[in-house]
């Protein structure tokens, strides 16, 4: 089983297994998820912030994982994250940077709108990621977004996102 296969796999799993038993929960876990987020966001303003793994360490798997300089790629959960930039400036051009949180969209494609005018920014849930067509990316980045999900929900709401997640970033993938 290759592994785009086997995240299909598991995301339809555990959202099939998730959904029957906990449909409201999460619903609402998520808009606590997305509060909490714009109230840490604010407070930063335009400071960037990553949380972890700065992309200079970063550089040499995503060289290797990155198909080409026209790949197209999509960042779920960028929040305050210089990998998008990096990422562009190293020569990727086809870059979508995507959050739940609207304050860290808005603060960021505010921040570079004039030094990066071709980064693109969207606010998009990464449980639905609606926004985006069946199989429109070629690869999908999450650097500490998805190990969030339990931040303020319970871990029955948190595997139902996990789930919901998983099945959302194989049916936009390639
Ligand atoms: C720990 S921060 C990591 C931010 C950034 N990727 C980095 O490396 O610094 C978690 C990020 O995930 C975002 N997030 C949490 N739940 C999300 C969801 N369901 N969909 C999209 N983004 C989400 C948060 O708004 C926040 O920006």
């Not at 409201?24 to 997305?34: D, L, R, T, V, W």
């Not at 930063?44 to 197209?72: H, P, T």
């Not at 999509?74 to 930039?85: K, P």
Request: charged share 20%.
């Amino acid at each position: 089983m290759d592994s785009k296969a086997s995240t299909d796999f598991t995301g339809a799993a555990i959202c099939a297994l998730s959904s029957r038993a906990f449909p409201e929960s999460a619903a609402h876990a998520a808009a606590k998820i997305e509060l909490y987020w714009n109230e840490h966001f604010q407070k930063l303003g335009q400071d960037g912030e990553d949380w972890f793994c700065e992309f200079e360490s970063l550089r040499s798997i995503l060289m290797r994982v990155l198909n080409g300089y026209s790949a197209q790629i999509l960042i779920v959960g960028c929040g305050h994250s210089r990998l998008g930039e990096c990422l562009y400036d190293a020569g990727f051009v086809n870059i979508t940077n995507s959050d739940i949180s609207t304050v860290a969209i808005q603060n960021m494609s505010k921040k570079y709108q004039l030094t990066h005018p071709g980064l693109k920014w969207c606010v998009a849930d990464a449980t639905k990621l609606d926004e985006f067509t069946d199989q429109s990316f070629d690869v999908v980045i999450d650097k500490g977004a998805c190990d969030t999900f339990d931040f303020r929900a319970d871990k029955h709401s948190a595997a139902l996102l996990l789930g919901q997640y998983f099945a959302s970033i194989a049916r936009v993938r390639l």
